[in-house]
């Protein structure tokens, strides 16, 4: 028994049936690439098994990847291989395969405060590419967008509001750009700044574009976004393991809740579906908060008080907690 079908055409024909955005269908096709070519050099990609896929995730841990992304990788196959069931064409392998649970709690880390402010008021306006650097940074940091987000907006996406500004957005995921969110007046003072240096623009004009020689005004891809943010850290030594270009995501979260916002509004201004999502940022402050320990530090000045209770403040480089 033989698959129907070459694999490259099954690939095809799942991807075209699958109800999903350009981005996603790529990291579909990236992961089962990476199947692909590791069946040609260890088995029979013809006649793939249960036992491929369990030597498969083997080899996935040994090369060092980790738990999260070997997780993300036997998904995208199961899902694959459940299709194939479907369409009759071959038994899903991948049923009753085990792997190892990765922890859903956030592995990139914020922008510390003090940091945050340094870099922003180092950051440079005097040329068209560092005012849409600066305009990109200030945006998501202030809004939690995602590059993705901020390379799909156009010019006429912005709109004045009784409340503000807000811009039509396409979130992740989404076909369209079916939601509305607000954006502060500074944000829009930078953003216009910079599209005033770059000239006469269209409402169907890309709001980010490129300014490179030979591709001047062509619209940013997320990947440009990211390399953009990449190395505007690296400037400013910030880049780090834990410190990406999706740190300015969390960090948006983290300082909303921190200075007072909802967990609504915070669901909200992440787009998120679901609270279970948002509530990870809640757990991130609270970690940070045991690793801190403030109550263990009104113990401690209790005791060498006498037992008396005093009123003082603590001062923490994060974090002023008044007793």
Known sequence: ????????????????ERSITGGSADTYKRILNVWVLWMIQNADIKAPSKANVITWMKSLEEAGRSQLTIESYVTVISIF????ESKQYWPNITKGVKVKRA?????????PEA???QWLASLHTDTLNEKRNSAIINLMLNTAFR??????????????TGNGYAIRIQRKGHKEKDQSTGIPSECVTMINDYL????????????????????????????SVGQIITNQLTIAKLKSKWITPHSLRHSSAVYAIKNGATEFEVKAMMGHSSPTTTARYLRM?????????PAARCVNDYIRNGGKSTKKLIQNEKFSVSL
């Open 147 to 160: 590059c993705v987000e901020i390379s799909r907006f156009n010019v006429g996406d912005i709109r004045q």
């Open 196 to 223: 005033a240096m770059r000239g006469h623009v269209n409402e169907s004009d890309a709001l980010f574009s490129s300014h490179r020689s030979g591709r001047d005004c062509e619209r940013l891809l997320p990947k």
């Open 115 to 117: 940091d945050m402010v």
């Open 1 to 16: 028994m033989t698959l129907p079908k070459s694999i490259n055409i099954l690939i095809l024909e799942f991807i075209s």
């Open 103 to 111: 922890s859903r709690e956030y592995r990139k880390h914020y922008i």
């Open 81 to 84: 291989f459940n299709w194939m």
């Open 285 to 293: 402050i609270e970690e940070e908060t045991m690793e801190m320990n």
